[in-house]
């Protein structure tokens, strides 16, 4: 293990943090762990912290699911049959992104997008989340395909609250504090190829994923009435917004591991909007 982490480290260019590493009893099972904030703990410098975010992703995204790591989602198959099931799918998009391409130069902007997409891709799959899709500074998320959870709505507001934290934790000089949005739907949907396209959907549930992300705040998650019914156990939940068309929830709270205890009450305060 302590050869794992050394030669990984290597690889990465950052051996010199091996001695750290291994005194601090990180193998490369604990590395795939790590946020940002947990280097900062380390003192490492801004970009060795950068790259190691980058690998990390990378290595979750990699990894196939074993006895030690259950939550990895598989890829999908190609060629797939289509399927009828239940998803929830998260859309999550970076604030204010059409600002950053006016003030940054090309490289400097991509390097920005490939860090916010770096984090979200961690938080997501550390969750059993599958990246369906990179939409420009949107990230499109399946929970429930091509890995089936009973618990994937939760799954899937855990997900992104952290992947909401992960992106207000990214540094970047001559870059202000980063903000990104989540909306998360559950519903009925088809799965299967697409004009070449592996693991498309059809449905209304990512239709009003992407609806939710829309009117979110920066740095909240808004869920539909599907999806707050299969986790209001678990948040605090705020009604929002009220229609015809569907009722919205925000939620606040802190991560925590899967299945605990209830820690969050559920509020029942709501208005209505008209929209």
Known sequence: MVDDIRKWLEELGLDKYGDLFVENEIDLDAARHLEDGDLKELELPMGPRKKLVAAIADLLAQSQPTSDTPDAAPEPATGQQAERRQLTVMFCDLVGSTALSQQLDPEDLRDVMRSYQD??????TRFGGYVAKYLGDGVLIYFGWPRAYEDQAERAVRAGLDAILAVSSVEMAGVAALAARVGIA?????VGDLAGE???ITGETPNLAARLQGIAKPGQVVISQDTKTLVSGFFELAVCRISTAFMLYSLHGKFHSLRPQPSFSVTARSSRLDR
Request: aromatic share 0%.
């Open 119 to 124: 984090v979200v891709a961690g938080a997501v």
């Open 186 to 190: 559950t519903g009925q949907v088809v």
């Open 198 to 200: 592996a693991g498309a």
